[in-house]
């Protein structure tokens, strides 16, 4: 399923990992190591988005923080987007964030 993310205008990589961190599969234009390394750095930026939102949700007493349903870092040139525990890399000039944020969640419940 999340090789269907590929087909998406922009995306050049996904790549799903387990709640450990554990690379699962990935596709694209990266190395098998590379695409290891996203889904490390993703598992981690996951459970920082995690600890804030669980802060705020203590600290405002507001519900809705958490769970967060998703992330997206962006650079100048590319950006790295994640739901649950799949995460992709995307090119910023042709690609509308919205629809891959779309397709992550719907390849997140597989």
């Known amino acids: 399923m999340i090789k269907q993310l590929l087909a998406v205008d922009g995306v050049t990589a996904v790549c799903q990992f387990r709640d450990d961190g554990a690379f ?3 596709y694209g234009l990266m190395t098998e190591s590379e695409l290891q390394a ?3 750095f993703a598992h981690d930026y996951k ?3 995690q600890g804030n939102a669980d802060q705020l949700s203590m600290f405002t007493q ?3 923080w958490t769970p967060p349903g998703g992330w ?3 650079g100048k040139a590319m950006s790295v987007c994640s739901v649950a525990n799949v995460v992709c890399t ?3 000039g ?3 964030l919205t629809e891959v944020m779309s397709m992550l969640t719907e390849a997140s419940h597989y």
């Open 62 to 64: 507001i519900k809705g």
């Open 38 to 40: 996203l889904a490390h």
């Open 90 to 92: 995307v090119e910023n």
């Open 47 to 49: 459970r920082i988005v």
């Open 94 to 96: 042709d690609s509308n």
């Open 72 to 74: 997206i870092v962006r």
């Open 24 to 26: 699962v599969e990935g």
